[in-house]
């Protein structure tokens, strides 16, 4: 049928966000993975390589999975899958016996500076002013610190905090 719309009715407003907030996240996500092709990495990767350089190059397995919000089984087999790959090491930790650091090796700590380049999200990021850019980072925070206390997360992330 020629010109014909069908428009969608949801009644249901946390749903409508709910799926809005899904599909902006599936969509940067996709721009992203696009962008890291070039380096051989994906988008969790990525984020697992910022997460050590941001904790002054040597972190523990639990504190990346605090960051990115994971379960600690999940990171334990990325960061497996990422030693095979070469991006990163696990040396015992200095601080704690039967423990481990995650360091990155030369080769990831490259990649990772690659990856701070992140046009894909800059450039979408563009559609916002400062203001509201600053007021969905306030927003998105203060609805994360929300699901993880329904979820009784022992800990959230100590990043990106609110700049209210």
Excluded at 33 to 46: D, K, R
Excluded at 92 to 120: A, H, Q, Y
Aim: aromatic share 6%; glycine share 4%.
């Amino acid at each position: 049928m020629v010109g014909f719309k069908k428009t969608y009715v949801c009644d249901d407003n946390d749903q409508a966000l709910w799926l809005s907030i899904e599909q902006a996240r599936n969509a940067i996500y996709k721009a992203r993975e696009l962008e890291l092709e070039q380096y051989g990495v994906s988008t969790v990767q990525a984020g697992v390589m910022f997460v050590v350089h941001t904790m002054g190059g040597r972190t523990r397995p639990a504190e990346i999975a605090r960051w990115l919000v994971r379960e600690p089984h999940s990171i334990s087999g990325l960061l497996s899958r990422m030693e095979r790959e070469g991006l990163l090491r696990r040396e015992p930790d200095l601080e704690r016996k039967n423990s481990v650091s995650i360091v990155l090796t030369e080769k990831g700590m490259d990649i990772c500076n690659k990856t701070f380049l992140r046009e894909s999200v800059k450039q979408i990021f563009t559609s916002l002013s400062a203001e509201e850019h600053d007021e969905l980072m306030n927003l998105l925070i203060r609805v994360r610190d929300r699901a993880l206390k329904d979820r009784r997360a022992r800990n959230k992330p100590p990043f990106p905090t609110s700049k209210a």
